[in-house]
Every structure is written in structure tokens, then in C-alpha cells.
């Protein structure tokens, strides 16, 4: 009876896990071209890239570079200007932007290193958030529910055989 008891724990885990929400995908800021400034890119680069990519709370920014670059998250106004601000992240070849959870809205990024920013090394993205039928977290797909089903009839036989 002790080893239908634990497997049938971790059966539960397992459905459980199957149920997890959707996962936070991780996006590397300007694809193989990575976070970079002229001549490898030109203006505008980055909000072609940005266009067509439905960006969530919860999404990580991968900003990977060559060279000399940082990154820094600035106001609109600090994006439009090109303010060089001192809150950056510099150092390394690569860091990670979490988009928090709630995060709905335009986020804006910018390098300032020299003229980078100036230059087109800059990238404005709008997060939506998940409708408001949804949540980040509790929406199970039909796959997930269909193996959910599966999982529960299976385990039920399982014990049922076990503890016979």
C-alpha cells in the first residue's frame, strides 16, 4: 500500500504540471543581430523586429551584444531625446529584461554608449496584457486538459490494481 500511496503523489504532480499556465517566452532583442548599433543595423531596425511579436507580462527582453553596449529602460520622453540616463545596465554580453507579470503598455529601451542611441540602437515595444477572460497563469489548453483526463482515468486503474 506504501508504493501506491507515493505513486500516486506523484501521478498528482505530474497533472499538476500538466496544468501549469503558459510559460514566459524569452525573446533575444533584435534576433541574430542581437542588441547592436550602425553599421550592422540601420534606423528603425528594432521596430521592424519589434512589429510582429505579440509581447506579454511575463516575456523576457534578451539583450546579447558585442563590443560596447548597454541598456537602459527610460520614459518615452528619454527615448524620443535620447537623454542619456545613468540607470543602465552595462558590463558583460547579454542581460535579461523580466517584463513584470501585470505589464500592459509601451516599454522603451535605449544604448548610451556615444551616439547608439541616435544611430538606431533604440526599441519601443507594446505589452498587452491577457484579456480579461484570462489569466497569465490559470488558463489550461484543451491538450493539457485532454491529458489531465488521460492521467486521472490511468492513475485511478493503477491504484485501484495496486491496492488489490
Not at 527582453?61 to 553596449?69: D, E, I
Not at 497569465?136 to 489548453?141: E, I, M, T
Request: some cysteine.
Amino acid at each position: 500500500m506504501g508504493r501506491g500511496v507515493v505513486f500516486t503523489g506523484c501521478l498528482i504532480v505530474a497533472m499538476l504540471a500538466c496544468l501549469g499556465g503558459a510559460a514566459a517566452t524569452q525573446y533575444v532583442v533584435g534576433g541574430s543581430q542581437g542588441w547592436t548599433a550602425p553599421p550592422n543595423i540601420t534606423v528603425g531596425y528594432y521596430d521592424e523586429w519589434a512589429a510582429s511579436i505579440p509581447f506579454t507580462g511575463g516575456d523576457i527582453l534578451k539583450f546579447v551584444w558585442n563590443g560596447t553596449h548597454n541598456v537602459a529602460n527610460v520614459s518615452r520622453e528619454e527615448y524620443n531625446s535620447c537623454t542619456k540616463v545613468s540607470s543602465v545596465f552595462q558590463g558583460g554580453d547579454a542581460f535579461n529584461y523580466p517584463l513584470p507579470a501585470d505589464a500592459n503598455g509601451l516599454y522603451y529601451f535605449i544604448c548610451t554608449v556615444d551616439s547608439h542611441c541616435q544611430n538606431g540602437q533604440k526599441l519601443a515595444i507594446t505589452v498587452v496584457s491577457p484579456t480579461p477572460t484570462e489569466s497569465p497563469n490559470s488558463s489550461a489548453s484543451p491538450t493539457a486538459v485532454g491529458a489531465l483526463s488521460v492521467l486521472v482515468l490511468l492513475s485511478s486503474s493503477i491504484v485501484s490494481t495496486l491496492m488489490n
